[in-house]
């Protein structure tokens, strides 16, 4: 299994009071390093939601261990945990300039029909997107 790491750049405005990143803003980092972890395999979303199938989030974790503050440089480790053909489960690490992991957690994800939410098999709709997700579980890519 593969991983990326995406830069971050912490902006003023994703911290609270107490100068901390606001917790939500992790969910966008992630989906920022989710896109490029995606591309870094040779596939592209845009292409997916030209056919009408989106992905969303059905399940998100997220475990704080250590506060990220403005103006750090970050990065946002991200692979794939788990596939199974249907659901896909990625997980992420956002990582400070001391390589010490702050923030970790997963997202799982299916895809479906944009107008009406039914699910669909990533492996029969996506053949492409299933091989390249097959080959970076199993250490391939």
Request: hydrophobic share 35%; glycine share 4%.
């Amino acid at each position: 299994m593969s991983k990326i790491r995406t830069p971050i750049e912490v902006r003023y405005q994703e911290t609270d009071q107490m100068g901390v990143v606001y917790h939500a803003n992790y969910l966008v980092w992630f989906e920022i390093g989710r896109t490029k972890f995606i591309e870094s395999i040779g596939l592209n979303y845009a292409s997916m939601e030209k056919q009408n199938v989106v992905a969303p989030v059905v399940d998100a974790n997220i475990s704080f261990k250590k506060p990220v503050h403005y103006g750090e440089d970050i990065f946002v480790e991200t692979w794939i945990e788990e596939y199974d053909g249907l659901r896909t489960e990625y997980a992420y690490n956002v990582i400070n300039e001391d390589d010490e992991i702050c923030v970790s957690g997963t997202t799982k994800h299916v895809i479906v029909k944009k107008d009406s939410f039914r699910p669909l098999s990533l492996r029969r709709s996506f053949p492409d997107w299933h091989k390249a997700y097959t080959k970076n579980i199993n250490g391939e890519l």
